[in-house]
């Protein structure tokens, strides 16, 4: 990475803490990462984009700023990105994937809370991340009690505006959600300084559009067996897909699915044929957070698909585009996030449904429900995934993890007793 230290400095990050953060993301990407055999070549994109991940965006997202752009961040898949791109801003996912700043965020938060609300708390009191630092303003959402009580603390420290997410799926909640999402865009043209028009949403709509068609091209690639690519680098690639450049992002993914057509033809895999397949889901795996992915395929498996929010939850739903005025389309955008099946909906049966289809159409052996701990919607609700898997007779795995690495030899025996079952 080049010298970005003037940068870092100039968005008032605490570099002494910054240093450390970045002291130990290489060597965790190279073990989990660039050790892999047989790696699609295009991946080295990927590989450029973490490399650089406190520089080069950075330093774009800067530049979009000096010329008059605006930065919006967001911790959830709910908050539509088509909006804040129609005003000309930029829209990017704050990670919360490490446990750093943990100290920072207990003086303001309890303990016992899932760590990816104490990782973004922790983020903004330590001032250690430029995403956080360059946001002009951060989305956050009423999903769960954890999040939304957050919010409150979160918006003494940087503006929050908090959209009203249903806990339901009628009609009444849906109306409830078409008026978050325009009350949302309304805030977005004051924010921006520019209005949101009728033919720069249909092109965002249009663009987002092309960068969830190209993930659910690479998902569909690795419904064949052998998989032409390992669950981490897919999983990185949906990690990445909440920050990087659309245009340019979109272009990557559909130049790396060309090459692993190619594999496909030739028969080609990351792991040999037959290999256990297997799906993860449950609470979204925030970058860095390639922990449990990084022990399941160390331990004789592939992950062929992630039912998470970081993963198919993100891009199988589009945006219909057959709209033509503005209140048509922001009708057709609040459908869209209303298709997110998340566990903070009562009762949520789209999402079991969709796992049952998921280990059919991927023609996996097992499902592996990881919950972040102190993650009330997901621990929960594990328990009708369980009864449903069992009825249809699908093999479950349940973990309940954190960000530490403490846990990690008892997971690995865990998983691998999983694995042999599978084989
Ligand atoms: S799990 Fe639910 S709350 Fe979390 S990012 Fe996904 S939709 Fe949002
Ligand atoms: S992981 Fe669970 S507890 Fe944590 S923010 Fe998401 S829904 Fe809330």
Same mark, same amino acid.
């Given at each position: 990475?080049?010298?970005?230290?003037?940068?870092?400095?100039?968005?008032?990050?605490?570099?002494?803490?910054?240093?450390?953060?970045?002291?130990?993301?290489?060597?965790?990407?190279?073990?989990?990462?660039?050790?892999?055999?047989?790696?699609?070549?295009?991946?080295?994109?990927?590989?450029?984009?973490?490399?650089?991940?406190?520089? !080069?965006?950075?330093? +774009?997202?800067?530049?979009?700023? =000096?010329?008059?752009?605006?930065? #919006?961040?967001?911790?959830? $898949?709910? *908050?539509?990105?088509?909006?804040?791109?129609?005003?000309?801003?930029?829209?990017?996912?704050?990670?919360?994937?490490?446990?750093?700043?943990?100290?920072?965020?207990?003086?303001?938060?309890?303990?016992?809370?899932?760590?990816?609300?104490?990782?973004?708390?922790?983020?903004?009191?330590?001032?250690?991340?430029?995403?956080?630092?360059?946001?002009? !303003?951060?989305?956050? +959402?009423?999903?769960?009690?954890? =999040?939304?009580?957050?919010?409150? #603390?979160?918006?003494?420290? $940087?503006? *929050?505006?908090?959209?009203?997410?249903?806990?339901?799926?009628?009609?009444?909640?849906?109306?409830?959600?078409?008026?978050?999402?325009?009350?949302?865009?309304?805030?977005?043209?004051?924010?921006?300084?520019?209005?949101?028009?009728?033919?720069?949403?249909?092109?965002?709509?249009?663009?987002?559009?092309?960068?969830?068609?190209?993930?659910?091209? !690479?998902?569909?690639?690795?419904?064949?067996?052998?998989?032409?690519?390992?669950?981490?680098?897919?999983?990185?690639?949906?990690?990445?897909?909440?920050?990087?450049?659309?245009?340019?992002?979109?272009?990557?993914?559909?130049?790396?699915?060309?090459?692993?057509?190619?594999?496909?033809?030739?028969?080609?895999?990351?792991?040999?044929?037959?290999?256990?397949?297997?799906?993860?889901?449950?609470?979204?795996?925030?970058?860095?957070?390639?922990?449990?992915?990084?022990?399941?395929?160390?331990?004789?498996?592939?992950?062929?698909?992630?039912?998470?929010?970081?993963?198919?939850?993100?891009?199988?739903?589009?945006?219909?585009?057959?709209?033509?005025?503005?209140?048509?389309?922001?009708?057709?955008?609040?459908?869209?996030?209303?298709?997110?099946?998340?566990?903070?909906?009562?009762?949520?049966?789209?999402?079991?449904?969709?796992?049952?289809?998921?280990?059919?159409?991927?023609?996996?052996?097992?499902?592996?429900?990881?919950?972040?701990?102190?993650?009330?919607?997901?621990?929960?609700?594990?328990?009708?995934?369980?009864?449903?898997?069992?009825?249809?007779?699908?093999?479950?795995?349940?973990?309940?993890?954190?960000?530490?690495?403490?846990?990690?030899?008892?997971?690995?025996?865990?998983?691998?007793?999983?694995?042999?079952?599978?084989?």
């Amino acid at each position: 990475m080049s010298n970005y230290s003037e940068m870092w400095s100039s968005l008032g990050l605490n570099l002494e803490a910054h240093d450390q953060l970045l002291k130990v993301l290489p060597p965790t990407y190279h073990d989990v990462y660039l050790t892999q055999p047989n790696r699609p070549k295009n991946m080295e994109y990927f590989d450029f984009v973490v490399n650089e991940i406190h520089g !080069l965006r950075i330093q +774009e997202l800067q530049e979009h700023k =000096k010329a008059g752009g605006k930065v #919006i961040g967001a911790f959830c $898949v709910f *908050v539509p990105e088509e909006i804040v791109r129609a005003a000309g801003g930029i829209c990017i996912g704050l990670c919360s994937g490490i446990d750093i700043g943990t100290a920072e965020a207990e003086q303001v938060l309890p303990r016992n809370i899932c760590p990816l609300i104490k990782s973004f708390m922790g983020f903004k009191l330590a001032k250690i991340c430029p995403y956080f630092e360059s946001c002009d !303003l951060v989305v956050g +959402e009423t999903t769960c009690d954890g =999040k939304k009580k957050a919010f409150e #603390i979160l918006n003494d420290y $940087v503006p *929050v505006h908090v959209m009203e997410t249903p806990q339901m799926k009628k009609g009444r909640d849906r109306d409830l959600w078409l008026e978050e999402v325009k009350d949302f865009a309304r805030l977005v043209e004051e924010t921006t300084g520019n209005q949101i028009s009728a033919a720069t949403l249909a092109r965002s709509i249009n663009e987002v559009n092309g960068k969830r068609r190209a993930l659910r091209r !690479l998902a569909d690639l690795r419904k064949c067996d052998p998989a032409p690519i390992s669950g981490k680098d897919s999983l990185l690639i949906e990690q990445i897909a909440m920050y990087d450049d659309v245009e340019r992002f979109t272009a990557r993914v559909n130049q790396l699915c060309d090459e692993l057509e190619q594999r496909v033809q030739a028969g080609e895999g990351v792991f040999p044929a037959k290999t256990p397949r297997v799906i993860v889901t449950g609470t979204p795996m925030a970058i860095p957070n390639w922990k449990v992915p990084h022990i399941i395929e160390t331990s004789g498996a592939v992950i062929v698909a992630e039912e998470l929010c970081t993963g198919l939850r993100y891009f199988e739903n589009e945006v219909a585009e057959d709209a033509t005025g503005l209140d048509n389309m922001l009708e057709n955008v609040a459908a869209r996030y209303m298709g997110i099946n998340c566990a903070v909906f009562t009762p949520n049966p789209g999402r079991l449904e969709k796992l049952v289809q998921l280990v059919k159409e991927y023609n996996a052996g097992g499902v592996i429900h990881c919950t972040l701990s102190f993650c009330d919607p997901y621990a929960v609700e594990a328990n009708r995934v369980e009864k449903m898997l069992k009825q249809e007779g699908i093999p479950l795995l349940k973990i309940e993890t954190g960000y530490d690495q403490e846990d990690a030899g008892q997971l690995k025996t865990r998983i691998e007793a999983f694995v042999e079952m599978l084989k």
